[in-house]
């Protein structure tokens, strides 16, 4: 298992998470590491998503769901009583498996989140906006059409307009649910290269299906089954010699 | 020819017939109102109140009173369906207190319009000591079309995709204006048509009106909501049931019928452009 020492950005300890009566996610003890990629990777169902959308109290919008354990976040857990999660998710921000972008246009579906916590001038916005679009390698594209519906762009540019927005609220994580899930090849790889280049300046936690993505793209690998954490190393360990039987059935194939 | 194409040719033929039947229906009784009413519209019929025991002159003041109603009506129903909607939809755990309140809705929904009247009679006019008036009518006539906009905010709520309200929320924006800046906007639509089916029942009531703002007749025109009013729906029934002259104002019952069929369609058409312009930058 990985432990990581000084460069540690989530730790999550003990969490165990219940939909009603049914417990999703058993006895999870994670690090996560500062401006590294770290792939969830396992079965459907098996817990990864949900842990996902639990370090950013996305989960939180689930009726009768509950928490046990602590995610720390710089220091402090997310799930105490006195924090925020408004502020927590404007932190750690969140890209879906299904592109998402608003009915509006380029240009306000990027402006929409920063627009509300206080960034009035349209110097300011454009700027973001700009900014946002490099990071997110779509301003070539976009920068003429800034005024049309998000809505018409393909899904692997509606995906990186959805990345460009989280982007644009400055957060220090970026979670992704299987991003390229819903995309072609080379929308895939779009975004793939685009997380490379992310990763430099943001913490990535992914959920991925898709095992050669994980192994492309990841620096640690956690392998969940059955809601707990089977296996969790840097990425090239797993797939080469993992420390666990099942870990290496599943990366093989032989179930899952 | 095989049996499957008769069953299919059959099923659509009654598909076809149910859908013509309405159709004839509501454009026969269209049909009939204009036929019989034109004769009568004109500009001093439109413009000017009635005289001589209101078998002469025109309807001005219940057209009027009409429009004063309905938006009173409207203005108050609005806030208060839309706002309940948002209550039970986004922010009310779902549960048995919810489900008591959407049973009381539609309950609601099911009261004849004439006890909306004596419940508005009690409480506005006589409790509240409003009197008849626009103020106890608009009220009655509110309540009345408080169901339908609620059921009508609700359904237009559960329809803007959940993701919207994900993708908001995940970029660390409050609920509340998560609801005000992406949800209520997309629902604008259905709330919308909503309202439309509210002020075509609203302007077309007659019972609830009949005792709490409602007059038989009067030539002055409103010059507060603590003043009672003519109003289409019972200017029709009067002539038609309750004055001397019934068989001589035949013609203007028909042109009145005729003018709040063309306000109601009038608003309506209104409505649904409005629906329509917005509807066409919304799309997901």
């Given at each position: 298992?990985?432990?990581?020492?000084d460069?540690?950005?989530?730790?999550?300890?003990n969490?165990?998470?219940?939909y009603g009566k049914?417990r999703?996610l058993?006895d999870?003890?994670m690090?996560f590491?500062?401006?590294r990629v770290?792939?969830?990777?396992?079965?459907?169902?098996?817990?990864k998503?949900?842990?996902?959308?639990?370090?950013?109290?996305?989960?939180?919008l689930?009726?009768?769901s509950?928490v046990?354990?602590?995610?720390?976040?710089?220091g402090?857990?997310i799930?105490?009583?006195d924090?925020?999660?408004?502020?927590?998710?404007?932190?750690?921000?969140m890209?879906?498996?299904?592109?998402?972008?608003?009915?509006?246009?380029?240009?306000?579906?990027?402006?929409y989140?920063?627009?509300?916590?206080?960034?009035?001038?349209k110097?300011d916005?454009?700027?973001?906006?700009?900014?946002?679009?490099?990071?997110?390698?779509l301003w070539?594209?976009?920068?003429?059409?800034l005024?049309?519906?998000a809505?018409m762009?393909?899904?692997?540019?509606?995906?990186?307009?959805?990345i460009?927005?989280?982007?644009a609220m400055?957060?220090?994580?970026?979670?992704?649910?299987?991003?390229?899930?819903?995309?072609?090849?080379?929308?895939?790889?779009?975004i793939e290269?685009?997380i490379e280049?992310?990763k430099k300046?943001y913490?990535?936690?992914?959920v991925?299906?898709?095992?050669q993505?994980?192994?492309?793209?990841?620096n640690?690998?956690?392998?969940?089954?059955?809601g707990?954490?089977?296996?969790y190393n840097?990425?090239e360990k797993?797939?080469?010699?993992?420390d666990?039987?099942?870990?290496e059935d599943?990366?093989?194939?032989r179930?899952? | 020819?095989?049996?499957?194409y008769?069953k299919q040719?059959?099923f659509?033929?009654a598909v076809?017939?149910?859908?013509?039947t309405i159709?004839?229906a509501?454009?026969?009784?269209?049909?009939?109102?204009?036929?019989n009413?034109i004769?009568?519209?004109?500009?001093?019929?439109?413009?000017?109140?009635?005289?001589?025991?209101?078998?002469?002159?025109?309807i001005?003041p219940?057209?009027?009173g009409?429009v004063?109603?309905?938006?009173?009506?409207i203005?108050?129903?609005l806030?208060?369906?839309?706002i309940?909607a948002?209550y039970?939809?986004?922010y009310?755990k779902q549960?048995?207190?919810?489900?008591?309140?959407?049973?009381?809705?539609?309950c609601?929904a099911g009261?004849?319009?004439i006890?909306f009247?004596?419940?508005?009679?009690?409480?506005?006019v006589?409790f509240l000591?409003?009197g008849?008036?626009?103020?106890?009518?608009?009220?009655?006539?509110g309540?009345?079309?408080?169901?339908?906009?609620?059921?009508a905010?609700e359904?237009?709520?559960?329809?803007?995709?959940?993701?919207?309200?994900?993708?908001?929320?995940?970029?660390g924006?409050?609920?509340?204006?998560?609801?005000?800046?992406i949800v209520?906007?997309n629902?604008?639509p259905?709330?919308?048509?909503?309202?439309?089916l509210g002020i075509?029942?609203a302007?077309?009531?007659?019972?609830?009106i009949?005792?709490?703002a409602?007059?038989?007749y009067?030539?002055k025109?409103?010059?507060?909501?603590?003043?009672?009013?003519?109003?289409?729906?019972?200017?029709?029934?009067?002539l038609?049931?309750?004055?001397?002259h019934?068989?001589?104002?035949?013609?203007?019952?028909?042109?009145t019928?005729?003018?709040?069929v063309?306000?109601?369609?009038?608003?309506d058409?209104i409505?649904i452009?409005?629906?329509s312009?917005?509807?066409?930058?919304?799309?997901?």
């Amino acid at each position: 298992m990985v432990t990581i020492q000084d460069n540690c950005i989530i730790k999550v300890r003990n969490v165990d998470f219940y939909y009603g009566k049914f417990r999703a996610l058993t006895d999870i003890s994670m690090d996560f590491e500062k401006n590294r990629v770290t792939a969830l990777i396992g079965p459907s169902g098996c817990g990864k998503s949900t842990l996902l959308r639990l370090l950013n109290r996305m989960n939180d919008l689930i009726d009768g769901s509950r928490v046990e354990g602590e995610v720390v976040f710089e220091g402090k857990n997310i799930y105490d009583q006195d924090i925020d999660p408004v502020e927590i998710r404007r932190r750690i921000g969140m890209v879906f498996q299904k592109p998402n972008p608003f009915p509006k246009s380029i240009f306000n579906n990027i402006t929409y989140g920063p627009r509300l916590v206080g960034v009035r001038k349209k110097s300011d916005l454009e700027a973001l906006v700009e900014q946002s679009l490099r990071q997110a390698s779509l301003w070539d594209e976009a920068k003429d059409i800034l005024g049309q519906s998000a809505m018409m762009l393909s899904g692997g540019q509606q995906q990186r307009v959805c990345i460009a927005r989280a982007l644009a609220m400055k957060p220090d994580v970026l979670l992704m649910d299987e991003p390229t899930s819903a995309l072609d090849p080379i929308s895939t790889a779009k975004i793939e290269e685009l997380i490379e280049d992310l990763k430099k300046r943001y913490t990535i936690i992914i959920v991925t299906h898709n095992m050669q993505q994980a192994a492309r793209i990841s620096n640690y690998t956690g392998f969940f089954y059955l809601g707990k954490l089977i296996e969790y190393n840097p990425t090239e360990k797993i797939f080469t010699t993992p420390d666990v039987r099942q870990t290496e059935d599943y990366i093989t194939g032989r179930f899952g | 020819m095989k049996w499957r194409y008769i069953k299919q040719n059959l099923f659509f033929g009654a598909v076809r017939l149910s859908a013509l039947t309405i159709t004839t229906a509501v454009v026969a009784i269209l049909f009939y109102i204009f036929v019989n009413g034109i004769s009568v519209i004109s500009w001093d019929f439109l413009t000017l109140p009635p005289r001589d025991a209101m078998t002469k002159g025109g309807i001005m003041p219940a057209i009027l009173g009409t429009v004063y109603l309905t938006s009173g009506a409207i203005i108050i129903a609005l806030p208060l369906g839309v706002i309940s909607a948002i209550y039970l939809n986004e922010y009310a755990k779902q549960g048995l207190v919810v489900r008591i309140i959407r049973v009381g809705v539609n309950c609601l929904a099911g009261v004849p319009s004439i006890v909306f009247g004596l419940f508005g009679l009690g409480l506005f006019v006589v409790f509240l000591q409003f009197g008849s008036c626009i103020l106890s009518g608009a009220l009655t006539l509110g309540f009345l079309i408080l169901p339908t906009i609620i059921g009508a905010s609700e359904e237009a709520l559960k329809a803007v995709p959940q993701t919207f309200r994900e993708a908001s929320l995940a970029l660390g924006v409050a609920k509340w204006q998560t609801i005000y800046r992406i949800v209520l906007p997309n629902a604008l639509p259905g709330i919308m048509t909503g309202s439309i089916l509210g002020i075509g029942r609203a302007a077309g009531e007659t019972a609830p009106i009949m005792f709490t703002a409602a007059a038989f007749y009067t030539s002055k025109l409103p010059a507060s909501i603590f003043d009672e009013v003519m109003a289409l729906p019972y200017h029709i029934y009067v002539l038609a049931t309750a004055g001397t002259h019934i068989e001589e104002t035949r013609p203007i019952q028909y042109g009145t019928a005729l003018m709040l069929v063309a306000l109601v369609l009038g608003i309506d058409l209104i409505a649904i452009i409005i629906r329509s312009y917005i509807r066409r930058n919304r799309r997901w």
